[in-house]
Structures are given as C-alpha cells and as structure tokens.
C-alpha cells in the first residue's frame, strides 16, 4: 500500500467551480499535512498546511483533514484557468530520523475557461 | 523561487561521465534536501542535511554522492549513472530539519544517454 495516495487525475473543472482533490495515507501517526502546488515545469510550493482535524480556510482555498479516516482534501472555489497545476500532498510522518515529507504522487487539476 | 537556485537547469550526460549538481540557498535556512521526480511517480527523498549534517539517506545507490560544505551548499555529485537515472533532481530547504515549511529550486532536468 502506497504511503500517501492520490488520484493522479486529470481533474477537469469548469472556471468558477469548486475543485475537490483528495489524498489518503496510510500512517496513523502522521501529524501534519501540507498541499503543494507545482506547475508544469516548475518547482512545488507551498500553498496550504493542515494540523488539526476539520476546515482550514485561506482565501479560495479550503483544506479539510479527518485523521480518523486518514484523509485530507483541498477545495479550491471559484477556480481559475491560473489553478490548472499539479497538486501534491504531503504528510509529515515521524521515523527514527525524525519528521520527514513523504508525497503522493499528486492529482492534475485542469481548469476550463 | 530564487530563495533556492540550482544549477544547471539541464543536464545530459553519459553513463561514463562525472557530473555534480549545485544547490544554494540564500533564505539562512539550516536544513537542506535532495529529491528526486521521475514521470508518473511522487517525489522520492534522497538526502537530508541539517546544519551541514547527514540524516537522511534514503537507500539511495552510491552513484549518487551529496556534499554539504555549509548551510548554504549542497552539492549531489553523479558517477556511472543509468538511463533510469533521468528525472528532476530537485533541491529545497527549510528553516530547520523537520520544519515544515519547504522551498523548492527551480530543479536540474538530467537526462543519463
């Protein structure tokens, strides 16, 4: 079973609607988690952190953590064609060596005009 | 972006060649990563540097050989590499090790012929 699991997509959304992109992971120890967004031929960043169960909201974005179901999602409302990226999820999972990011291997979100 | 620059942005070398790639980053972090991004899979972790310690290696072929002269250099040199090799070397750092905040470079795009 894969750590940290994402739909690799290609999600497409109309412009002005709300995107949903889900991720599970397999490690209940898990305590933090982070969505990134990476454009084609670019690096990740980051754009949102979760630690505690429900809703954190910045902006357009929404993220929503259930750590007893091992999921977070990221809503993205109103999207833009400027959306249309990569979107990594990445959980920080304690081991022996600390604290360290483990990816899914991310969802491709496309937004039409 | 330019918080992490890496060079080169392209690479392609063959399976004989001894190459290096250079990260530097100039945002007075303490902890640097090596990670790397081939198509259709998540970021993989190589190396982890903090306060130019390694504490992370992430069973990674010894073809593969980082260097950390100090916080702000990391180095990954390359020897006798595979076609398979070729991916997205990507560098980042953060204010600490296990801090979750992140910064990507831009990426060194290799290509092992």
């Known amino acids: 079973q894969k750590e940290v699991e994402q739909n690799s997509g290609p999600l497409s959304v109309p412009e002005g609607a709300i995107a949903s992109l889900n991720c599970t992971y397999s490690?209940?120890?898990?305590?933090?988690f982070f969505w990134y967004r990476q454009y084609s031929g670019k690096s990740p960043e980051l754009i949102m952190f979760?630690?505690?169960?429900g809703d954190k909201e910045d902006g357009r974005f929404t993220a929503q953590l259930n750590k007893a179901s091992q999921y977070v999602s990221l809503l993205i409302r109103d999207s833009q064609p400027s959306d249309s990226a990569t979107y990594l999820c990445a959980v920080k999972t304690p081991n022996n060596a600390g604290n360290m990011l483990t990816f899914g291997g991310g969802t491709r979100l496309m937004v039409k005009p | 972006e330019t918080g992490v620059t890496q060079t080169p942005r392209h690479l392609v070398m063959g399976m004989t060649n001894k190459k290096s790639l250079k990260c530097e980053q100039h945002?007075?972090?303490?902890?640097m990563y090596w990670y790397k991004q081939s198509a259709k899979k998540p970021l993989e972790l190589m190396f982890v540097y903090s306060l130019e310690e390694r504490v992370e290696n992430n069973s990674v072929p010894s073809r593969f050989s980082p260097e950390c002269p100090n916080s702000s250099h990391l180095f990954l040199h390359l020897h006798t590499l595979q076609p398979e090799d070729s991916a997205l070397y990507l560098c980042a750092s953060s204010p600490g090790f296990g801090s979750y905040e992140q910064y990507f470079g831009p990426g060194t795009r290799l290509t092992v012929t």
């Open positions: 979760i630690y505690s169960n």
């Open positions: 945002l007075g972090h303490n902890a």
């Open positions: 490690d209940r120890g898990s305590q933090s």
